[in-house]
Every structure is written in structure tokens, then in C-alpha cells.
């Protein structure tokens, strides 16, 4: 029988008030009722910020909540929380949204906390929680109960869990059952369920289920609430995370360990590449830039050691061979796979009809041993996406749009697999569809999944080379049973744009009530660094150069290509005379602005910047306010010097197209 816990330490409530906050830092107790209303939708990023990540050890734990936003304050300092002697955090609705980053509930347990409660977890934080040993729970009642110095029973922590989540709970985290597992100590139950239909991800789950220790896979069927082990067909990481599984991984299984299948794992330097440009005398005054190349040399070891395709910085400029998401789906993910890797938005590759889904360092870790991924079978959200997007109206303007709404918004798709369909799904392009299923992270889903059609077989024969045939199980069956359905009139969608803070502030451009000067204008990343994306600001611009438009002075316009495979595209297409022409800023492929780390990034608070990345956490993206677009609203933007559509620029008068080529000359 497990022993009862007791948490001897000091309760934090993560209140929305910065000065609630700072008196219990201060050495104040408070209620929960003088704590109201506490922090909702708290990212990772505000956990843990990301350059706070660039350690991956105890260090971690100087910097808990250092990012924390209550209305304009940061209230908490750097070693604040692990001197305050804090071991249970508490705060509101959708914990742990963002970054699938480990580092976060990581800080957390090496600042002293023991138990975090919330509202709603998001679903990779919550199983980096459990995967650590940091117990979660969404029971309030449990606060008086700890007050009291009552000692808290396992199975409170446990309940509601699947059957193989509460056995990892019980022993400590992943890692310790994996140890058991690999020794034949642990074993684990196979979903048995009577004959019945499935949906397209329920089918990829069930054929890819671990049967035994041989590596037997399939079963008949699985359904929402298994605990399952998956084999992969991809595992990956990059050098903000790989450095850190490797850590894990050698605490876990010895300092020899093997990785299983080195050839389905990959490595990519793509997160850090230009971090020795951007980094400021601040940062780098702590020291933080050693530490960040340190990451990318431990992640070479690894991969010299291991046998493991690495791709790394390109040998001829500063910059990398891309994006991890880009890659993945440009050179390896097909239909049908199971895909595993260490960031929120690895449901990129779910475009192409994989299961591709973020999970922590300690999954990868384990996953690099025993070849599996474990994984609770989610239920689907079916988002059907009725009528076409008008002209002018991307990808990018109908995820904005989602993410506004009430179903969304409220956390009713958390955890569920996100799967769209319809009439505006089959007329877009993979890279667009990629746009959909990337931002499923957004959305606070498990994963965003579009099943293959003839699209994708289009986008594997021109990206590939090669001719890829459709299985008649890739489909949903018709009568599969759905955890909840959107439908979406494309037909009446306009641009969308997203208000400074967080992703679902959405808000249609029509409706800005006042013009919005910028300062930087930023295209790139996983989202908006696509071939498709870079065609969209070639076309806003190249009407631009036509009509005697550059960008705007006093506006910086970046565009970061997603991969090398985008930047040759580009060129072959001759794009580059428009660009130059513009006077836009190209960078070589890389995350950079979009984690703050370059160019592209806010340096100054007043800063305003309108972007195509996924979320505009709190200083995602620097310390300035971050608009999300699409990549056209983007464009158009940097040519007026303030956030518009591109319909609206084209609209403009004579003499107001006039009067800004006055103040371009």
C-alpha cells in the first residue's frame, strides 16, 4: 500500500493580482478567497521563460514564475519562489498551456513545489508532471486539507487516471516504471474492446499499440482513456531539449545507454542558431550565452555517440538547415505514422495524415530506449469546415478564428485529438493544412490530424520524388463516435488578427477600432515560414514594389524561410528581386524571434510587432507587444507602417498611396 504524503511546505496562489502575488513572496500568507481570481491560461513561457531554459539541470529552479504577467507587473524574482519555501502552487483555468517544454514543471520541482493545482491542466504539462514525480490535481478542497497538516492518500492523485498513468504515478515517474518494464517487472494491459467503429486517429493508435517485449504491434481497437505504449516511427528532439533528455536518460538507464533504432531519430539545430546575435549584455552577463552553445555541443556528442542524423547549421552562413516541423514534414512523415518530438508543435507533420504529437524530455528520454512513446487515447474534436475561405483569407485568419471561440476558449477540446474536415479542408494546400494542424497546440489539443487524400499524395510527389499509395483504412469509419463537433462557415470569414498577450484574444481586422502603429514585422517560423507563406508576402510585396511601396520607414521587415528546401524554392522562383526591392531583411532558416532568440525579436518594451508565428505569450517574442496575422496581413502591414489587411491597402486612394511613397523616399 503506498504511504500518505504530506506537503510541509508553504501554499503559492498564482494570484492575477501582481501584489497578492508579492506579499506571499514577501512572507504572507493568504487565503484562497483573498487570492481571487487567479491566473488563467498561464503558459510555459511564464513558468519558465525560454532563455531561463537554456539550463536543463537544478538551476532551473532559481527561475519558477519569473515570467508570471499579473495585468503589467512580473511579481516574482529570481530565486523568490525556491527561497520562500513554497511545495504546493495553485492557479486557474488551462495550466500549462504553450511550449511542450519539461523545463517548466522541472523549475517547478527544483524550486520546492511538490503539488500544483489548477482548474485544468493542459495535456503535455500535466504529463511532464507525472513523468517527474510532480504530483497534479485539479481538487481544491485539497488546499484546507493541507493547511490543516493532513496527510494526502496516493490515490488522490491517481484518480480519474488511466490504468497505466497511475501506475507511473505510483512509481515515481516514467522512468522508474520503464526501468521495471525493460527488467520484466512491469507489464502493461492491453485495451480488449468488443468490435465497433473508429476514427481515423483511434485506427493509427490501434495499429501502432506495443503488444509485448518482441515489439509486436496492433490491437483491434482502442478508445478514449486507454493507456497505451505506441511504437514510433520518428522520434525527435533539438538542441533546447535533446541536452536535457540525455541527462534524464542517463540517470534512468546508466551512462552507456543505447538508443533503440538510432535511424528513427533525428536531431535538429534549429531553435538556437542565431542566439549569439540577439542576446543582450544582460544575458549575457549571467553568462547564458555559454550556456546556450553549451546545449549545442552536448547535443553533437549525443548524436556522434549515438549514431543519430543530426541537422545542423548551415556550413556557409549563420543559420540552420530548418526547422525541426518543417523538415519532418518536408523529408520524413507520411501517412499512417506515429511521430514523437520534444515541442508543442510537432502536430505540424499531422498535415500530412501522421499522428504526430509534443511530449516532454523524459518521454523522449525513455522513447530513445524502449522505441515507444506511452500516450492516453484522446477523444476527437472534429472541426468541419464548411463552404471555402474567401480570397485573401488564409490558414492562419481560420485558427485565429477558432481560437475565439467559446469551445475553444473554455478548454472544452483540451487533450483531444483535433481533426478537420470538410469543403475548405480539401481545397487547401498541405502547407496550409500544415498551419491548421500546428496550431492544434493553440487550441490546447493532443494532437491536429487531416486524414490523407489526393493533396497529400500530391505533396509527397513533389516534395519527395516519389509515389506514395493511400491504405483503404486511413479514414475515419461513418459512424465513429466524436468527443464533440465545430462546424465553421468559411464562407463568412474575414482576416483575423490576435491581440498582444495570448493567441485567443482573436479579434477580426475589420473590428480594430483604431489604427495600430508597428515597429517590426516578422514572418517565419514553423507557421509562417512555409513555401506557401512565402509566396503570400511575394505577392503582397511584389504589389507593393509595382505600386512604388517599400517598407515602411521605421519599420524592420523580417522573413525567415523555414528550411533550406524553402529558401532554394524561392529562389528558383526568382522571389529574391522582390524582396531585395522591398527592402525586407532575409534570414537563413531558424526559430529565432519566435522563442526571442533572433532577428525579428522586440528589444524594447514600447515595441510593437506584428507576426505569422503561433503565440505571443508574454515575452515569446521579446519584451514589446507581439499581433499575430497571417502572413499577408504581415506583409501589408510592413508597407503601411501600421497592422491592415492587404485588401485594405489595395483599397487605398490615389493620393493615400501617394502620401506613402512620399515617406518611403
Known sequence: MAPDIRFDGRLLFLSADADVVAAQLGGHDVQLAAALPLRDQLSTDEITPAWACLHYDSTLGRYAYIGLKCAERFPVAVDAVRSGGFAVSVSGQRRGKGSAREASPYAEFCAGIRLVIAESFERTYLQNCHNLGLYAST????????????????????????????????????????????????????????????????????????????????????????????????????????????????DAFGQDFRVRDASTVLCFRDHLTFVHQTMDEGKRALGLLDVALKLDTEQKRFCYEQGVVLHGELPDRVGSEGICHSIMAERYTLPGQIVAGTDSHTPHSGALGAFAFGVGSTDMANAWVTGDVRLKMPATCRIVLNGRLPAGVAAKDLVLHLLRLPHIREGRALGQVIEYCGEAVDAMNTDERATLTNMAAEIGGFTGLIAPDAETLRFISERRGFTFELESWMHGDADAVYGGTLEVDCDALTPMLARPGDPGQGVALAELEAPVAIDIAYGGSCTGGKREDLERYHEVLAWGVAHGLRVSTGVRFYLQFGSVDVREYCERQGMGEVFRASGVELVEPGCGACINAGPGASVRAGQV?????????????????????????????????RIIGFADLKSLTLGELQAMRKAHA
Open 139 to 250: 481538487d481544491f478542497a485539497l488546499i484546507a486539507r493541507i493547511r490543516a497538516g493532513e496527510a494526502i492518500a496516493l490515490e488522490e492523485f491517481t484518480r480519474g487516471a488511466d490504468a497505466l498513468t497511475r501506475r507511473i504515478i505510483v512509481a515515481g515517474g516514467l522512468s522508474g516504471f520503464n526501468v521495471r518494464r525493460l527488467r520484466g517487472d512491469e507489464q502493461t494491459d492491453l485495451p480488449v474492446h468488443p468490435p465497433g467503429p473508429m476514427t481515423y486517429a483511434e485506427k493509427l493508435v490501434a495499429r501502432a499499440v506495443v503488444r509485448d517485449a518482441g515489439g509486436a504491434v496492433g490491437v483491434d481497437r482502442v478508445m478514449p482513456g486507454d493507456g497505451v505504449f505506441v511504437r514510433a516511427n520518428w522520434r525527435f528532439s533539438y538542441e533546447y531539449t535533446t541536452p536535457m533528455a540525455v541527462a534524464l536518460a542517463r
Open 609 to 641: 510587432t506584428i507576426s505569422a508565428v503561433n503565440r505571443n505569450f508574454p515575452g515569446r517574442s521579446g519584451p514589446g507587444a507581439v499581433w499575430l496575422a497571417s502572413p499577408a496581413t504581415v506583409a501589408a502591414s510592413a508597407l503601411a507602417g
